[in-house]
């Protein structure tokens, strides 16, 4: 069982920067890929980034944010992070932190078992 709790979220403008964390709860932390995901207004959830917990820790973006966006993570701190750089308004939208037991890049909701309750990041323009 892995409980995530999200924070990190706010009002930024345009070309800002934002940093959302992702404390996790569980003794198998390290076993979790672990994700972000998105929802903006009127739209379906969708994948932004992952990062395995083996495999050199590798990583996966969706291209609306490959370049602008880090997904990091801390094992012995239980923490996970998206670093957001140059922003646009249409990154608005709470963000999820989500964590998937699988050794391999998942970028499917259904992939992953566990989820946050969401931090609103606001872009304005």
């Known amino acids: 069982q892995v409980q995530l709790v999200e924070s990190g979220g706010g009002l930024v403008q345009a070309g800002g920067s934002l940093r959302l964390s992702c404390a996790a709860s569980?003794?198998?932390?390290?076993?979790?890929?672990m994700g972000w995901f998105r929802q903006a207004p009127g739209k379906e959830r969708e994948f932004v980034a992952t990062?395995?917990?083996?495999?050199?820790?590798?990583?996966y973006y969706a291209n609306s944010v490959k370049g602008r966006f880090t997904i990091s993570r801390d094992n012995a701190k239980i923490m996970v992070y998206l670093q957001m750089n140059m922003l646009k308004p249409e990154d608005t939208a709470v963000y999820y932190c989500?964590?998937?037991?699988?050794?391999?890049?998942?970028?499917?909701?259904?992939?992953?078992?566990?989820w946050g309750q969401g931090t609103q990041v606001t872009v304005s323009s």
């Open positions: 569980g003794r198998t932390f390290s076993n979790y890929a």
């Open positions: 989500a964590a998937a037991l699988s050794p391999s890049i998942r970028v499917r909701e259904s992939d992953y078992d566990f």
């Open positions: 990062i395995l917990s083996r495999s050199g820790g590798s990583t």
